[in-house]
């Protein structure tokens, strides 16, 4: 687990990353219902190059935005709103990092899998607010219907081979006695068009799947297999994806 995090210190994940189709609008009016303390101050922990703190900055008073990847954080700070005077980035691991709190609001944007739950919770929950809730969010494209061709392809390159489909990563932590979850909801799925090549892109801004971790010859044989797969359902080059976001909240607690 901790290897395959490493990869997203890589240049090439940070670039392609920006393949990956945004949070639909929702998710943000979503997260801006849960702030109801002041300062409207929010914590995004493995943050990425801020597809979520940089739409929230000019929302709310601050974001701070912690990723332990340089490429990535490099990556957001050009990308639209990187440099918001609201946001400030910090390269660190969330264990280790400087929290600036109080928080109104922490989010993880398919971030939190990665982290040490015990030590991040214990660097959270001081900084919060006293109805500050985490927001643990993931989204991606639903109901795709070159699944059953995609999916044996992924399986042949992935690196990551204990994938489980059944884990539930809230479901974890709550078991582990770390969140009182109260809320969870699913957006409304949004269209988003995406090329073929952006979608093979996407897949490299994983990190089980990142080039770096494949030789040239097995990257060239992999994009090639699932342009193949893709084609029949693409409209000149062009797929029509379906997002969808999912949002769990709750507070957190600090380890027993
Ligand atoms: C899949 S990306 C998600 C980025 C962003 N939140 C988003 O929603 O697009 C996961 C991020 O978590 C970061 N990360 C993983 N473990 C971390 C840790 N312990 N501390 C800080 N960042 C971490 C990685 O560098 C990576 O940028």
């Keep these: ?70 490429p990535m954080v490099d990556a957001g700070k050009q990308r639209p709103g990187g440099d918001h005077p ?4 910090q390269v660190n691991p969330i264990e280790t990092a400087d929290l600036n709190g109080p928080y109104a609001l922490v989010t993880a944007g398919a971030s939190i899998h990665w982290m040490p739950w015990e030590q991040t919770f214990a660097r959270i929950v001081p900084q919060l607010t006293p109805n500050a809730q985490l927001v643990v969010i ?50 409304t799925p949004v269209s988003y068009p995406q090329t073929v090549a952006g979608y093979i892109e996407r897949l490299h801004s994983t990190s089980s799947l990142a080039r770096d971790l494949m030789p040239a010859d097995e990257a060239a044989s992999f994009d090639a297999s699932v342009a193949e797969a893709l084609r029949p359902y693409a409209k000149d080059g062009v797929l029509q994806l379906q997002i969808q976001a999912e949002l769990s909240w709750g507070r957190p607690k600090l380890p027993g």
């Design 86 to 89: 609201n946001l400030s980035w």
């Design 1 to 70: 687990m901790t290897e395959l995090a490493a990869t997203f210190k890589q240049q090439a994940v940070a670039q392609a990353y920006r393949h990956r189709p945004p949070y639909p609008d929702e998710v943000f009016e979503r997260l801006l219902d849960l702030i109801t303390d002041a300062p409207r101050r929010v914590l995004d922990i493995g943050a990425g190059e801020g597809a979520l703190a940089r739409p929230l900055a000019p929302r709310v008073e601050h974001v701070d935005a912690i990723d332990f990847s340089q």
């Design 138 to 187: 993931e989204h991606g494209a639903v109901d795709e219907p070159w699944l059953g061709e995609l999916i044996p392809i992924i399986e042949r390159h992935s690196r990551k081979k204990n994938y489980d489909p059944k884990f539930d990563v809230v479901d974890a932590i709550v078991e582990r006695g770390l969140l009182d979850l109260t809320g969870r909801v699913r957006t």
